[in-house]
């Protein structure tokens, strides 16, 4: 009986088939340098008449070499008349992100805030850093109320910069209020809509 063909492994290179595949796995199998080099040239000739299209300018066969050595999984033992790509080059492995192993404080407000807190905590007084002391006390309203939606403390939110500006930043509860959020519901047209009959 002939064996169906999902019995068989996966191709590598589906468009050359099976038969070329084969041919590879017996040129790798040859154990003679010189004659596996010799049927190694024979069928990348015969895998140029198969497909023209992979032949460069001035007859130029590296890519078909490059198939050769991809189908023979690198394992092919030949002197190749060009450079061929290699599975570093094929199937290169991406650099390590560093990622940073410093922790936070409170996970909620994020390490952007930290810096924020940071580079204003170091400027001069003055009506500029008050203004983005009151933008960030704002914003870490809005972060804190995106974990506790029953209600913030404004009190704590003051604390919290205080704790992370080193004192340096240091709001009276009783004197600075920050604003109150309130989430506001969207109506998607047609959601609320009656039926016509």
């Known amino acids: 009986m002939l064996p169906y063909n999902t019995d068989n ?6 468009e050359f088939g099976r038969n070329v595949e084969g041919l590879v796995k017996h040129c790798c199998s040859i154990e003679d340098r010189e004659e596996r080099t010799r049927c ?18 001035k007859g ?26 290699t599975a570093e080059l094929l199937h290169p492995v991406p650099d390590r992100i560093p990622y940073t192993a410093s922790s936070m404080r409170y996970r909620h407000y994020g390490k952007n805030i930290e810096k924020m807190i940071g580079i204003v905590s170091d400027m001069e007084d003055g009506e500029e850093k008050d203004i983005l ?13 995106t974990h506790n939606k029953e209600g913030v403390d404004d009190a704590k939110i003051l604390r919290d910069l205080a704790e992370y500006s080193g004192g340096r930043i240091n709001l009276d509860p009783s004197k600075y209020l920050l604003h109150e959020f309130k989430e506001v519901e969207i109506n998607l047209p047609g959601k609320n809509k009656k039926k016509k009959k």
């Open 133 to 145: 002391i009151s933008m960030i006390a704002h914003h870490m309203k809005k972060l804190m109320l």
């Open 9 to 14: 492994s996966p191709i590598i290179l589906p």
């Open 60 to 85: 130029d066969k590296t890519q078909i070499w490059n198939h050769l050595n991809i189908m023979s999984q690198f394992s092919l033992d030949i002197d190749f008349p060009c450079e061929v790509i």
């Open 40 to 57: 190694a040239y024979a069928l990348v000739d015969v895998m140029a008449n198969l497909f023209p299209e992979l032949v460069g300018e």
